[in-house]
């Protein structure tokens, strides 16, 4: 018990953060019409493509001789990026079909 | 003064991701929401690149780095820009397994640095290096590493299935199976946090395997119109599994990027399975299409008519009001221009014309509308489901374009069928129902259609886009 509790206080900071953006998340998905749904999802899936700072992070901090690192790592920035570029190329291809339109 | 800078550069990105969902969520600001997020992203990347710095070490790599980049653009790009507007969902389901493969690599290799570093956290020396700050770490590693195997593994089934490659598959006991993988993985993670016995490495790639097993036996038994729920649902599992990578680096722009997307993605599947009123456990545990309730509907027998290109043209020609239903055949046949000239073409003859989009007609929620927007419809004339089943009862004519499920008599009368309680469109309401399909076939979820055999229904066999045309020649020759 005293355990959890010290855990929750030594990383309050970031139990903050996830319990705040939980309820943003909420509040604005909650306004969409339904015919934005499908650009919605692919706009999101671009957004969680952030884990490719965590790729390059991961890529940056790997030695030199450690092949299986750099190896793994490469394959995290190629794969994160194609998330996150595909993701936004694809959202915008869907959204400029809404363009001429009010 | 350079952390500075990065703690900067996050900020914005994490409050562009905000206002960018934000104006997605408007029509009239949706193109330019999406461009403020990829810019707070571009920021975040940049300044990651050139500012991180962790104990006073810069990053190095560099040319692998910018390689990975190059490479990722250039592939991402090319397959973005040539993908048809029909296999849109598979897109976005590939896209998403790529960041759920991301964010488990990522795992795998803080494991092993984790080992490399301070083997002792993995020795039987007592309880003297036992540090919190090791167990949270290991935690939110495995926990990155499920979450992003079985949204990858999850991902690509789902992209194999939708573009027709992978066939549905069950057996008997799937759900016990699936449940036994999930438990048998959660135990695993948890011996090796509080138990920390040597062979780990040895029990966290039996982690990989069973997390990556998991994702494929999640997916492989659910078929038809629950598909757009399970991409939704991976969709906000890689949320989940980059925010942990945002734990791990205790690096803000990946957390809330991950938990917005988490949250917002739970809360889409949810508003999707409550359109299709199936409970969010049902579709975890994937019994859709299984076992007991395929079959166990009510035979349906008796005999559909066929109706010639020229009385349907007649028909449509002298109504007062058309609605169509388009679905998933529309999109396939890529009919979405004609279907709009045959639009234009009867509103000059005097006809209103109106869509009934319902919510999960395609293979994706909102996947009409972006069909039909590419074709220029006006926004005006596509009606949510509540709104057209009332209009149904004023229309003469409903021409129903390559849907099935969605418009399932079956889904009212008969408790015994596997989409029982789902709201359909109540196309029956109206004087007269024109189905186009291919063939008598039964629709994605594999269930007959009472509705193509009632006396007001007739048949117009073919192919969406050749029927459309020829149905638009003989209407413009009345």
Not at chain 1, 53 to 68: H, R
Not at chain 2, 270 to 278: D, E, F, T, V
Request: charge should be neutral.
């Amino acid at each position: 018990m005293n355990q959890i509790l010290e855990w929750i206080s030594l990383h309050q900071e970031m139990i903050y953060v996830v319990v705040l953006m939980i309820f943003v998340g909420i509040e604005i998905i909650g306004k969409v019409p339904s015919v934005l749904h499908t650009p919605l999802m692919s706009g999101a899936n671009a957004i969680h493509g952030v884990v490719i700072i965590g790729a390059i992070i991961v890529m940056g901090k790997a030695e030199e001789g450690n092949i299986a690192a750099l190896i793994l790592g490469f394959l995290a920035v190629v794969l994160g990026t194609l998330n996150v570029v595909g993701g936004f190329v694809v959202t915008d291809r869907m959204l400029e079909m809404f363009k001429k339109k009010k | 003064m350079e952390l500075n800078i990065l703690a900067l550069c996050y900020l914005l990105g994490s409050v562009s991701f905000i206002i960018g969902l934000k104006m997605l969520s408007n029509p009239a600001s949706a193109r330019k929401g999406n461009l403020v997020a990829a810019t707070g992203m571009f920021i975040a990347i940049v300044g990651t690149i050139f500012l991180y710095q962790e104990n006073g070490q810069k990053l190095h790599n560099y040319s692998w780095i910018f390689g990975g980049l190059l490479i990722g653009t250039i592939i991402g790009t090319v397959m973005a820009k040539k993908v048809q507007m029909t296999a849109m969902p598979e897109m976005v389901s590939l896209f998403n397994g790529m960041g759920g493969a991301c964010a488990a690599l990522i795992s795998i290799i803080e494991f092993k640095h984790l080992i490399e570093v301070d083997p002792r956290v993995f020795a039987h020396l007592g309880y003297a290096f036992f540090s919190h700050l090791d167990q949270t770490k290991l935690l939110i590693i495995l926990l990155g590493l499920i979450i992003g195997g079985v949204s990858f593994s999850g991902s690509m089934i789902a992209w194999g299935k939708l573009n027709g490659k992978i066939k549905d598959f069950s057996f008997k006991g799937q759900h016990i199976f699936n449940l036994l993988l999930l438990i048998a993985n959660i135990l695993l993670a948890a011996y090796i946090i509080i138990g920390r016995p040597e062979q780990s490495p040895f029990y966290f790639y039996i982690i990989i395997f069973l997390s990556l097993l998991y994702g494929v036996f999640f997916v492989l038994p659910i078929g038809g119109a629950d598909m757009p729920v399970v991409i939704s649902l991976l969709n906000s599992f890689t949320g989940v599994a980059a925010a942990c990578g945002g734990f791990l680096y205790d690096n803000k722009v990946m957390l809330t990027g991950g938990i917005l997307v988490g949250a917002a993605g739970t809360l889409l599947t949810i508003l999707m399975c409550k359109a299709m009123n199936r409970s969010l456990k049902n579709v975890l545990i994937g019994s859709f299409g299984g076992t007991s309730a395929v079959g166990a509907g009510v035979a349906i027998t008796g005999s559909y008519k066929e109706i010639s290109l020229s009385d349907a043209a007649v028909i449509m020609g002298y109504a007062n009001k058309v609605l169509i239903v388009p679905g998933y055949g529309l999109a396939v046949a890529q009919a979405q221009h004609v279907c709009h000239e045959l639009e234009k073409t009867l509103e000059s003859k005097g006809v209103e014309v109106k869509y009934a989009i319902h919510p999960v007609a395609g293979r994706m929620p909102g996947h009409m509308n972006v069909l039909l927007a590419e074709a220029d419809v006006s926004y005006e004339k596509l009606l949510e489901m509540e709104v057209a089943n009332e209009e149904f009862k004023t229309a003469d004519v409903v021409l129903v374009l390559g849907a099935n499920d969605v418009v399932n008599p079956a889904a009212k009368s008969d408790p015994a069928s596997p989409i029982y309680g789902m709201p359909i469109l109540e196309v029956e309401e109206a004087k007269h129902v024109i189905v186009n399909k291919r063939s008598m076939k039964p629709g994605y979820a594999g269930i007959e259609n009472q509705l193509f055999f009632q006396p007001k229904t007739s048949m117009l066999f073919g192919d969406a886009k050749k029927a459309l045309q020829d149905l638009l020649a003989e209407i413009r020759s009345i």
